[in-house]
């Protein structure tokens, strides 16, 4: 079983910045993406930002383009989220989401003055 742990959340001032990571016990070769969602109390849980094996393709949600960078290093079996500039509705519990399959239990980013 495939598991993910996420480490770097925590209590940020708006403009500042965090980087997320996320340590997969395993890759299969095979893998088609990873990346990060997250969940905002009472609302749904979106995609954030994922990078496809094949070529490192990236996608971004708008309201995080030009902020966030993703990033990943297949030899520590590791992906990061590089966030900057960060804003209160940026607040939520960031999840690592391995080929939209597995799932890490979650990290907290509060962005608050």
């Known amino acids: 079983q495939l598991q993910l742990v996420e480490s770097g959340g925590g209590l940020v001032q708006p403009g500042g910045s965090l980087r997320l990571s996320c340590k997969a016990s395993?890759?299969?070769?095979?893998?088609?993406?990873i990346g990060w969602f997250r969940q905002a109390p009472g609302k749904e849980r979106e995609g954030v930002s994922c990078?496809?094996?094949?070529?490192?393709?990236?996608y971004y949600l708008d309201s995080v383009k030009g902020r966030f960078t993703i990033s990943r290093d297949d030899a520590k079996k590791m992906v990061f989220l590089q966030m900057d500039n960060l804003k209160p509705e940026d607040t939520a519990v960031y999840y690592c989401?391995?080929?939209?399959?597995?799932w890490g239990q979650g990290t907290q980013v509060t962005v608050s003055s």
């Open positions: 395993k890759f299969y070769l095979d893998y088609r993406a």
């Open positions: 989401n391995y080929n939209f399959a597995f």
């Open positions: 990078i496809s094996s094949s070529d490192s393709s990236t």
